[in-house]
């Protein structure tokens, strides 16, 4: 995913005052949809990271691989890009299940280290991209065919697609929330997040309760990875860099609660397109990790501060 | 650069090794997960190739380029790469570990490798670089085969340099720092600049790798330092064995030949070849992760532990070695000893919970004094206000007329007053007499630079250090298990070895939290004699206990706390004739 998706050109001078404003509202449509998908992409790893403790790097695989099951459903099969989608939000699903099924709880009942946990992420993480450029080669991989649009208003124009995923990805958050706050499922979750050994002690089937939040937060990163591919193209290694932009939301916006995670993704979205006003796009970039930075030595619980978690 | 195939190939696994060894000492000794290896490898490089190219980019475009011979550029490349070392320590070394350390290496790989791709004036962007071609004080290297010796002859220095640190007293503290730094720190052994030093040390090697493969390639490009070399390097440690320099080797040996391997048995091309390599040593990684998580090589295996089980000297010296002062009677030893310590006024608050209210109490010398009462009463809290773990919000604690306000534990502990921790803190992946070694204060080898400028030196401390650990294990009734790792002791046995660590300081001031508690009869029966004779021999002791019968068989005076604050304080007969205090304690 670029970082600044269909941004501005910034290098038109604005010529009056009307003209600042129209490209003032425009990047602030943009960074309202670049905001949501990073949002989303903070709170898919933050529901997984902050429930089990597992730093999920090969959640970044989980995002190519849905990005490949929408090409193989849309493209290669021919079906609909419905179907498509249905495809890379259960695949998605199903991958981030295994992998914790058949991997992290084997080595957390082996009681390894967070370090041995993390490595092991780390192999998936690089074997799985390697093993899909084997597979569907280096090469980009496109879905076309959905019926993109440019809206405009005024000066101000988006896209149909941009539309489309900002709002889909708004609906999950607060389907996420919702479903965290408000019912004994999201109880038993915040509960293993808070201490897993009292939560087993009452009764919270702790290994349940991890692989409903692997479901989750893998089909919200398969959401985000659909959006993408559609948007543009699907490679091997898609799903490093919004997954690491995704990491970085969570820590930035504090690791306590989604409503953290939400928000430092979605103000490193935003913060990448504001700095595309005055800065290039890799500026932008390095902009971003000096926040972090600068967060992580100062003010290491994130934005937000929370009493749940550490 | 002519020369044969196979060199060049001998010579991609060589750099392997080097950086392996090297990131062993961070991620396998100290514990740090840094992914930032590729990033200082290509920081140095870059250097190298800034400092000795043609000033000229691929794409003819002018260049910064002072056109330094090799050595100034290998020389650049290792100051530029300790000092980044340095500086993403900085944060790592005082506040941020685990997760935070991952992400902060990782964002310091991307950080580089955006800035190598954009800064196009200096690196030549995405299209990368070229460098003139290797030459070493004027002798030109012109083959493969040259370069090979070459290299080959960097990554031993590396490797023995590596090994010698971690087998060094510095390698030990290292350990240490991985398995509890608060622990480590109450022993009075800084944290922050071993784990610093380590972080720009690794850097440093891997930059200077970095010059060396830049140098025989003659070209630099982004794409040659990604995180899958990160990955790569991190996996060559944990395959080999975290905490073994000769397990590194063989693992980067064995991984770096698979590529190599895979092209030339024909079954794929050269293409194919590198993301096969990743799925095979990606899925490695993992199988070694679930079931051989120590690697193929375990620390301690072959090399470290090995020499330190056979020099087991000290006669089995008794506690009651330790008698060097008659005992007096209790009744004249109250108020007329030495005052060592004074709790002054202490108080602390935790949001609306007040863990301590003025707490005022004295410790003289040979008395051991009793902190007693219901849980949740502050006690702990005391012992962390005391020892600088955190900072009491009024009050005063003065250790031989001297405040020791605002120390941190490390250097409270120097002065002379050490803990005992509840939870024990033993260093689980260290041995028995790791543990106590650790103890002991004023070790040359704990110098980095000491350990390769006075080795002699170093060599006959560790002699004295391993004696004095073993005497201490001894002590306490322990030296059974002098080579045993901690984690596969029982409790009982950990809280000697505690204990035995705890002696090693030498501290003549103690503050033990719950010694006996969660151990059988017979090992809280030594503790308690132990204790005894601690005191007779002139050491100033506070103990935490919920024990009774501890208390009345140790205390010479007891302080009683409730809710934070002292409610009453006496002899073992005063307070429990006290009915009030009586039935705070046990609940009415």
């Known amino acids: 995913m670029s970082p600044v998706a269909g941004q501005s050109s910034p290098s038109s001078s604005p010529s009056s005052y009307g003209n600042v404003m129209m490209q003032l509202s425009q990047l602030i449509v943009f960074g309202i949809v670049q905001g949501l998908t990073y949002a989303l992409l903070a709170s898919s790893f933050w529901i997984i990271y902050s429930t089990t403790r597992t730093f999920h790097l090969a959640h970044s695989l989980t995002y190519a691989i849905a990005g490949y099951a929408a090409y193989l459903t849309s493209e290669q099969l021919g079906l609909s890009l419905w179907l498509g989608f249905a495809a890379s939000l259960i695949c998605a699903a199903l991958f981030g299940c295994a992998i914790e099924a058949l991997l992290y709880r084997q080595l957390r009942r082996r009681s390894s280290t967070v370090l041995g946990i993390f490595l092991s992420s780390l192999g998936i993480a690089a074997a799985g991209a390697a093993l899909l450029q084997i597979i569907f080669g280096p090469m980009v991989k496109r879905v076309p065919g959905f019926p993109n649009a440019t809206l405009s208003y005024g000066e101000i124009s988006v896209t149909t697609l941009q539309l489309t995923g900002a709002l889909a990805a708004f609906v999950a958050i607060g389907a996420v929330t919702i479903l965290l706050t408000r019912t004994s499922v999201g109880n038993a979750v915040t509960a293993v997040r808070t201490n897993p050994k009292l939560a087993m002690a009452v009764g919270i089937r702790v290994e349940r309760i991890s692989l409903l939040v692997f479901a989750i937060g893998s089909a919200m990163a398969g959401l985000a990875a659909y959006v993408e591919t559609i948007a543009f193209v699907a490679y091997p290694t898609m799903g490093l860099q919004p997954v690491m932009f995704g990491v970085i939301g969570v820590f930035l916006g504090g690791a306590g609660s989604i409503k953290g995670a939400a928000l430092g993704g979605f103000v490193l979205g935003f913060l990448l397109v504001f700095s595309g006003l005055f800065l290039s796009q890799n500026l932008g970039v390095i902009l971003v990790f000096t926040v972090l930075l600068i967060i992580i030595v100062f003010r290491p619980e994130g934005l937000i501060r929370s009493p749940v978690g550490e | ?588």
């Not at chain 2, 790592?92 to 950080?111: K, P």
């Not at chain 2, 955190?390 to 409270?412: T, Y």
Request: some cysteine; proline content about 4%; aromatic content about 8%.
């Open chain 2, 1 to 588: 650069m002519a020369g044969s195939y196979l060199a060049d190939l001998a010579s991609q696994v060589t750099f392997l090794i080097a950086l392996t060894v090297s990131l062993n000492l961070l991620l396998g000794f100290a514990g740090q997960m840094s992914l930032a290896t590729a990033a200082f490898y290509g920081l140095g490089a870059y250097t190298c190739a800034v400092l000795t190219g043609q000033g000229a980019s691929l794409t003819g475009q002018s260049l910064f380029a002072p056109q330094l011979p090799f050595v100034g550029g290998l020389v650049g490349a290792v100051l530029v790469t300790f000092a980044a070392g340095l500086i993403v320590a900085a944060p790592a070394a005082r506040r941020v570990r685990g997760d935070y350390l991952i992400l902060l290496t990782l964002a310091f790989h991307f950080l580089f490798v955006t800035v190598t791709s954009t800064w196009v004036d200096l690196t030549g962007g995405p299209n990368g670089m070229m460098l003139p071609p290797l030459s070493l004080f004027g002798f030109e290297i012109t083959t493969t085969d040259q370069a090979f010796w070459m290299v080959l002859a960097w990554a031993i220095a590396v490797s023995l340099i590596c090994w010698r640190i971690g087998a060094s007293p510095f390698g030990r503290i290292l350990r240490g720092v991985r398995e509890d730094e608060v622990a480590l720190q109450a022993l009075g052994k800084p944290t922050v600049w071993p784990k610093s030093l380590t972080f720009g040390f690794t850097a440093a090697i891997a930059g200077a790798t970095g010059a060396v493969s830049a140098a025989y390639m003659q070209f630099v490009a982004p794409t040659t330092y990604s995180l899958d070399l990160a990955i790569l390097v991190a996996a060559c440690v944990a395959l080999g064995g975290a905490g073994n320099i000769v397990g590194s080797v063989i693992a980067a040996v064995m991984i770096g030949s698979l590529r190599p391997l895979l092209e030339n048995t024909g079954l794929f091309s050269s293409d194919t070849a590198v993301p096969w390599q990743t799925v095979i040593y990606g899925v490695i990684l993992v199988l070694c992760m679930v079931f051989r998580p120590a690697g193929l090589l375990p620390e301690g295996i072959g090399f470290a532990s090995g020499r330190s089980r056979k020099t087991l000297p000290g006669e089995p010296r008794n506690v009651v070695d330790l008698k060097r002062t008659e005992k007096a009677a209790p009744g004249s030893k109250r108020g007329d000893a030495e005052i060592v310590v004074e709790v002054r006024g202490l108080s602390k608050t935790f949001g609306g919970l007040k863990a301590a209210q003025n707490v005022s109490f004295n410790l003289r010398k040979g008395e051991i004094v009793a902190l007693i009462g219901p849980n949740g009463a502050g006690k702990s809290t005391i012992f962390n206000l005391m020892t600088g773990a955190i900072c009491p919000d009024e009050g005063d604690v003065v250790l031989r007329g001297r405040s020791i306000l605002g120390e941190d534990p490390c250097r409270v502990a120097n002065l002379g007053m050490a803990r005992y921790f509840q939870h024990v803190r033993i260093l689980e992946g260290l041995t028995a007499i790791d543990n106590v070694a650790l103890g002991v204060p004023d070790q040359a080898g704990e110098k980095l630079s000491r350990v390769f400028l006075s080795p002699v030196a170093v060599a006959r401390r560790e002699r004295e250090v391993q004696v004095e650990a073993m005497h201490q294990l001894h002590n306490v009734g322990a030296a059974g298990y002098a080579g045993e790792t901690a984690r596969d002791l029982a409790f009982g046995q950990q809280k000697l070895i505690a204990f035995a660590r705890l002696l090693a300081t030498g501290a003549d001031v103690l503050l033990l939290d719950e010694p006996t508690s969660g151990v059988d009869p017979r090992s809280a029966e030594q503790i308690i004699e132990l204790v005894r004779a601690l005191a007779q021999a002139g050491k100033t002791i506070c103990i935490v206990e919920h024990s009774l019968h501890v208390v009345s068989e140790l205390a010479d005076r007891i302080v009683f706390m409730d809710a934070g604050a002292v409610v009453g304080e006496g002899t073992v007969a005063e307070i429990t004739g006290r009915q009030d205090l009586v039935e705070l304690y046990f609940g009415t």
